[in-house]
């Protein structure tokens, strides 16, 4: 598997999966236990138009349908057995695979611009179905092994079907992150990025001080992590949970951390699960400039962010790629 991987060069991602899908199906998509990953086995043709939006959209980079989906979950609700439970983790890599093939021919992308396969790792929350992944309270009633073991068949899975990296994502407590990154360790020639999920503009979801966290986790192991940031959250947040990480205005050096950013539309979730928007569909101003300045150099959209406005970051991140950043 080889990603390249140029720090200075701003990445644009995909927005949120479930958002773009509705548009595709006539199904309910909220509330299932395994969200979206269900369309894997019941309507593949949706997943795989879900990805082409984004294409056409300018992301540089999609994730693999599985978020929410895991070997326990798929086998207890769609009822398939363990190996057809990690065929759709494959299936899921095929499917966004073709979406790249076909785009590229589409738009007769060269080489060296071709769109990459980020397979999708929610958190051990999202499975627990009970908006846990906004808490991360099991991370003090779980070991380190039990995360690790839980999580392992769906990364050996990704990566055996040939995803480019990986996306931890939504990681609500420290104990998960460092899960992630020791289970990394056992695929040295993989890379990722993890992104946290954050209760305010400080700490992340079960109170830990989000930059000290972050910083440590890339530190870490910054042979393998591309990226550390924060993904569904409101852009509000983004500015003070980023700023300090990097110097304002620095793009490389051997102190530079690439910070990753996926918000949502802004909102909260509700005592009953449900999430309350506070900006309406039609608008979305998000100061790409500054999370530039700050380092970001993964960039795009997490729930109620759908391809037209994936278009618009695209049109707003090239703006900012001039040759002194392309290293021409």
């Given at each position: 598997?080889?990603?390249?991987?140029?720090?200075?060069?701003?990445?644009?991602?995909?927005?949120?999966?479930?958002?773009?899908?509705?548009?595709?199906?006539?199904?309910?998509?909220?509330?299932?236990?395994?969200?979206?990953?269900?369309?894997?086995?019941?309507?593949?043709?949706?997943?795989?138009?879900?990805?082409?939006?984004?294409?056409?959209?300018?992301?540089?980079?999609?994730?693999?349908?599985?978020?929410?989906?895991?070997?326990?979950?798929?086998?207890?609700?769609?009822?398939?057995?363990?190996r057809e439970s990690l065929d759709l983790f494959d299936k899921s890599v095929r499917l966004a695979r073709g979406a790249v093939d076909d785009h590229v021919r589409e738009k007769r992308i060269p080489v060296e611009s071709r769109p990459m396969v980020a397979g999708s790792c929610g958190p051990y929350g999202a499975y627990l179905h009970d908006?846990?992944?906004?808490?991360?309270?099991?991370?003090?009633?779980?070991?380190?092994?039990?995360?690790?073991?839980?999580?392992?068949?769906?990364?050996?899975?990704?990566?055996?079907?040939?995803?480019?990296?990986?996306?931890?994502?939504?990681?609500?407590?420290?104990?998960?992150?460092?899960?992630?990154?020791?289970?990394?360790?056992?695929?040295?020639?993989?890379?990722?990025?993890?992104?946290?999920?954050?209760?305010?503009?400080?700490?992340?979801?079960?109170?830990?001080?989000?930059?000290?966290?972050?910083v440590r986790c890339y530190r870490a192991l910054p042979s393998q992590i591309v990226a550390v940031g924060v993904n569904c959250i409101d852009p509000k947040h983004v500015t003070p949970l980023l700023k300090g990480i990097n110097v304002e205005g620095a793009s490389s050096g051997q102190d530079f951390i690439p910070l990753v950013v996926y918000?949502?539309?802004?909102?909260?979730?509700?005592?009953?699960?449900?999430?309350?928007?506070?900006?309406?569909?039609?608008?979305?101003?998000?100061?790409?400039?500054?999370?530039?300045?700050?380092?970001?150099?993964?960039?795009?959209?997490?729930?109620?962010?759908?391809?037209?406005?994936?278009?618009?970051?695209?049109?707003?991140?090239?703006?900012?790629?001039?040759?002194?950043?392309?290293?021409?």
């Open positions: 598997m080889l990603v390249e991987h140029r720090q200075n060069v701003p990445k644009v991602l995909d927005g949120g999966f479930s958002g773009q899908l509705s548009r595709h199906v006539s199904t309910k998509i909220d509330n299932d236990p395994l969200w979206t990953a269900r369309f894997l086995q019941t309507n593949a043709a949706a997943v795989y138009d879900t990805h082409m939006d984004f294409l056409r959209a300018g992301a540089d980079i999609i994730e693999t349908n599985t978020y929410q989906a895991s070997v326990p979950g798929m086998m207890k609700y769609l009822n398939v057995s363990e908006a846990s992944e906004y808490t991360g309270f099991y991370g003090k009633s779980m070991s380190r092994r039990e995360l690790i073991d839980w999580h392992r068949p769906r990364v050996k899975a990704l990566l055996d079907a040939g995803v480019d990296l990986l996306a931890f994502e939504t990681i609500p407590c420290v104990e998960e992150a460092e899960a992630f990154l020791e289970l990394l360790k056992e695929y040295p020639h993989a890379r990722a990025w993890l992104s946290f999920s954050c209760r305010d503009n400080q700490s992340i979801s079960d109170g830990g001080v989000f930059q000290s966290t972050a918000p949502n539309r802004g909102g909260s979730l509700s005592a009953s699960g449900e999430w309350i928007a506070v900006q309406d569909d039609h608008s979305l101003n998000l100061p790409i400039s500054e999370w530039l300045n700050l380092g970001v150099r993964y960039i795009g959209g997490c729930c109620k962010i759908f391809a037209e406005d994936i278009e618009l970051i695209r049109a707003e991140v090239n703006r900012h790629i001039t040759p002194e950043i392309l290293g021409k």
